[in-house]
């Protein structure tokens, strides 16, 4: 029996930089009213005509990640890639990360748990190498979400939150089962799949028919009751990190770096207030990037590693939460 570490972290954002004050010249918004709501400042686009895709950002990524954990992607034995904006209908970014980044032919395992999808992709990882199936496993979590949202006033409560990137990680064997990823902790409720959703195109609602429709058919844009889902979060991200330090027997006062799935500052700083933590035992990086979706948690993650505020022994928790609805958490001692 293993424990998985994590031994690389990479994450890639687009150049675009889109301020508050850019949206407000697409809809009726401004800047103080999406940071009252939201505590975004800005977020990161694709630019049009670039290169940049889900599966693209995730390589590049990868990359990174993998660079950093000192191995090469012939040494990587399983893909598990995260998005709910894939490149294609069909097939799934994860064997597009294969061929781009020239690997073997190693599986690939696609996750669509949307902005818990990270959280899934890392706690199936870890089962494959704590069961010793894998060595080393590539997770990436990508999201472009810039093509696909409304940007009219119609629009704005959700499309003011979200941007597009990616991060990457990887894990490897851990024979100290003190060490790395302690426990995962994964949840659903799918009688509230419709309070945060895109409901088409779908099988049951194709292309033929949206276009064919002599109303018009906002169905492809993403729909989200705010309220509702704010109301659920911070109970279910609550419950699920209280579980892990449960599991682990852990108190909150143990826990040296929370971080939490960048969907709403506010919802973060709920949190924060409810378990009693610091402002440095708490990573935020939704002011500069929005909401990424399954990119967030991994992308932030890689930023607070960046900035030295991850060490050894360090006790770190993930959390997050989203549509589904779907939530999760993460226990690693670093």
Not at 164 to 188: F, M, P, W
Request: include cysteine; charged fraction near 25%.
């Amino acid at each position: 029996m293993y424990n998985s570490k994590i031994i690389g972290l990479g994450k890639y954002l687009p150049e675009q930089v889109v301020t508050n004050h850019d949206l407000s010249e697409m809809m009726d918004t401004n800047d103080a009213w999406i940071q009252e709501r939201t505590g975004i400042k800005e977020r990161r686009w694709i630019r049009k005509g670039t290169e940049d895709t889900s599966a693209v950002m995730g390589a590049k990524a990868a990359r990174v990640a993998i660079e950093r954990s000192g191995l090469k992607p012939d040494d990587i034995d399983f893909i598990v890639f995260a998005t709910m904006t894939p490149d294609y209908y069909f097939p799934g970014c994860g064997v597009q990360i294969q061929d781009m980044l020239g690997m073997q032919t190693v599986g690939a395992l696609d996750i669509r748990n949307q902005c818990s999808g990270f959280v899934y992709a890392l706690s199936v990882a870890d089962q494959y190498i704590k069961t010793g199936m894998y060595r080393n496993i590539l997770v990436v979590g990508a999201e472009f979400h810039s093509n696909g949202l409304d940007k009219s006033t119609r629009g704005r409560s959700v499309t003011v939150i979200f941007g597009d990137g990616a991060g990457a990680c990887v894990l490897s064997r851990e024979k100290n089962l003190n060490k790395g990823i302690l426990s995962t902790h994964l949840h659903s409720e799918g009688k509230y799949a419709e309070k945060l959703t895109v409901k088409s195109p779908s099988i049951k609602h194709w292309i033929p028919e949206i276009l064919s429709s002599k109303e018009e058919d906002l169905s492809y844009f993403p729909y989200m009751d705010g309220t509702f889902v704010f109301k659920n979060a911070v109970v279910r991200f609550s419950e699920v990190i209280r579980e892990g330090l449960l599991k682990n027997k852990l108190d909150k006062e143990d826990i040296d770096l929370l971080i939490p799935h960048q969907a709403n500052l506010r919802i973060a700083q709920f949190i924060q207030k409810k378990f009693g933590l610091h402002d440095d035992q708490v990573f935020n990086n939704i002011m500069k990037y929005g909401n990424t979706t399954a990119a967030s948690v991994i992308i932030a993650l890689t930023e607070a590693w960046e900035q030295g505020l991850i060490k050894e022994n360090t006790n770190v928790v993930l959390a997050a939460f989203g549509s589904g609805f779907t939530w999760g958490s993460v226990i690693i001692k670093w």
